[in-house]
T-cell receptor
Framework: DAGVIQSPRHEVTEMGQEVTLRCKPI?????LFWYRQTMMRGLELLIYFNNNVPIDDSGMPEDRFSAKMPNASFSTLKIQPSEPRDSAVYFC???????????FGPGTRLLVL | AQKVTQAQTEISVVEKEDVTLDCVYE???????LFWYKQPPSGELVFLIRRNSFDEQNEISGRYSWNFQKSTSSFNFTITASQVVDSAVYFCALASGSGGSNYKLTFGKGTLLTVNP
């Protein structure tokens, strides 16, 4: 079975541009998570969806970040406008339920110049 | 509040040595879950093991073994006869919380393991 799929794998953009990261969770999983990994802050949970509904977005840095899950097989994380401090690796993860094992995608390496 | 401490920032060993990665956790919840993930140089996060707080049995999987001790709030990971392919950053993580909030993974800062040939 396919694991969590993320695209793009790498993204280089200029400050002020809109960035959209995409995620396809493992089929059958009903929980989806977006994480950000930086050297300074480690792995941080940005937002958690259960059955396509956002349950916890307390980790979303600010209004420039938004996430959607229009159906069970697709989610997006959007940054508009992007800033250099948004440079990080963004991971999507999915699980069968909130407390179950989270399986991570390969990540998207974002560089904002 | 939940906290995971991986005191070893970096460990370097020679191939075939045994190595133990330490993990100490803090939580006030009686039900919680502990995890280990591996992040190789390629960058993905690979799930290794999940343990719930009611199961203190140690586990062995090939060259990997885990020692869970509630008395010391530790969940240590040992690699026996290490190999170069074991070189990676290893993260310990904790999921706990009441009222349906036990989805939140609190990660340690990770231990960089380098296995030299």
């Amino acid at each position: 079975d396919a694991g969590v799929i993320q695209s793009p794998r790498h993204e280089v953009t200029e400050m002020g541009q809109e960035v959209t990261l995409r995620c396809k969770p493992i089929s059958g999983h009903n929980s989806l998570f977006w994480y950000r990994q930086t050297m300074m802050r480690g792995l941080e949970l940005l937002i958690y969806f259960n059955n396509n509904v956002p349950i916890d977005d307390s980790g979303m840095p600010e209004d420039r970040f938004s996430a959607k899950m229009p159906n069970a097989s697709f989610s997006t994380l959007k940054i508009q406008p992007s800033e250099p401090r948004d440079s990080a690796v963004y991971f999507c993860a999915s699980s069968f339920g909130g407390a179950e094992t989270q399986y991570f995608g390969p990540g998207t390496r974002l560089l904002v110049l | 509040a939940q906290k995971v401490t991986q005191a070893q920032t970096e460990i370097s060993v020679v191939e075939k040595e045994d190595v133990t990665l330490d993990c100490v956790y803090e939580t006030r919840d009686t039900t919680y879950y502990l995890f280990w993930y591996k992040q190789p140089p390629s960058g993905e996060l690979v799930f290794l093991i999940r343990r719930n707080s009611f199961d203190e049995q140690n586990e062995i999987s090939g060259r990997y073994s885990w020692n869970f001790q509630k008395s010391t709030s530790s969940f240590n990971f040992t690699i026996t006869a290490s190999q170069v392919v074991d070189s990676a950053v290893y993260f310990c993580a904790l999921a706990s919380g009441s009222g349906g909030s036990n989805y939140k993974l609190t990660f340690g800062k990770g231990t960089l393991l380098t296995v030299n040939p």
